[in-house]
């Protein structure tokens, strides 16, 4: 059931992360870093807990990784301005993906129950 939930509230959040991505890259851009984008597999700390990630993997065909980049353009550097995409998409699908959390985990306990 965490897991479920944890997924679906994190497709919400990481779907608005990859739009708003979509718009700060340059036109030329190779569409190396968006295909590095994903959620990670979901699993169980050692508290506990259930965790997934969201971010970018790997390197691109210049060999920079992926994160470093996805950083500059999230923070800026002394070259770069900020153009910040994942705080914005987070901020603002927050509740949705907290709700959306939440109806998964009904949906699964009704389920369970015996219900639809």
Known sequence: I???????????VADRIKSNLEKVLSP??????????????????????WNAKIGFDGYDRKGVPNQLKARVLESGSSQQPKRP???????????????????????????????K
């Open 2 to 12: 965490a897991k479920k939930a944890i997924y679906e509230g994190a497709k919400i």
């Open 85 to 115: 995409f994942v705080r914005p998409a987070v901020n603002a699908t927050k509740k949705q993906a907290i709700e959306t959390m939440r109806k998964a985990i009904d949906k699964e306990f009704e389920r369970m129950r015996g219900g």
């Open 28 to 49: 030329n851009a190779t569409g190396d870093l968006i295909e590095s984008f994903g959620i990670t597999p979901i699993e169980r700390d050692k508290e506990g807990n």
